[in-house]
């Protein structure tokens, strides 16, 4: 009788190389929406994901395969938020609380764990295409979701609706978080919602 021996080692190399990957793109992603593209250095996410620089190869071809991982999954959690968000409401209260929790003081202050549009969009012409594709599906998908809480769904002007709300929240959140005023950012989020949710209801 032939028996099968199991490969435990090699598993196990496996699954700390997958899990050692995993945590340099969470601590890319939250540098990116940190300290934006340019101010996002190897040596510094390999340091923060407690690895050493020269270990950086083993899991990426370069930089900017880092970085479109990193956005992807800054995206991802964005996104992941505003569904569940989405699924557990009717259509017209999701819409609202996705838009309050996006507007929200919370959200100003939640850099890291914010928006990559908010924090990136600037950056994001001069990036590699990955990382720009990655920005378009997050958008799209973004779009979307604001598109199926509209009373209109189904008609073209849910879509362009939900296109000006996007606009309309990422820059509003943009210039609260801009702004050295905090009664000023704080008429910036509400100004912003009181144009949003009249119109959605």
């Given at each position: 009788?032939?028996?099968?021996m199991?490969?435990?080692?090699g598993?196990t ?41 020269g270990?950086f ?53 939640g ?29 799209k998908?973004m779009?979307d ?14 879509h ?39 119109a959605?209801?």
């Amino acid at each position: 009788m032939m028996i099968v021996m199991r490969n435990t080692k090699g598993t196990t190399r496996a699954a700390a190389k997958e899990e050692s990957h995993e945590r340099i793109v969470t601590a890319a992603a939250r540098a990116i929406r940190r300290s934006g593209y340019a101010g996002t250095g190897v040596a510094d996410i390999m340091k923060e994901a407690g690895l050493t620089h020269g270990a950086f190869y083993a899991h990426f071809e370069s930089r900017e395969a880092m970085l479109a991982e990193a956005v992807a999954q800054a995206c991802a959690e964005s996104s992941t938020l505003a569904a569940d968000m989405a699924s557990r409401l009717p259509p017209t209260q999701a819409l609202e609380s996705m838009l309050r929790a996006y507007l929200s003081p919370e959200h100003v202050a939640g850099v890291e764990q914010g928006c990559p549009l908010v924090a990136l969009g600037s950056e994001t012409p001069r990036q590699a295409p990955e990382v720009r594709s990655a920005t378009t599906r997050y958008v799209k998908a973004m779009v979307d979701l604001l598109a199926r809480q509209s009373p209109d769904w189904g008609q073209p002007e849910a879509h362009e609706q939900a296109l000006v709300g996007m606009a309309t929240m990422v820059g509003a959140l943009l210039l609260a978080r801009a702004v050295d005023d905090p009664a000023l950012s704080e008429r910036m989020r509400e100004s912003a919602l009181k144009h949003l949710l009249p119109a959605r209801r």
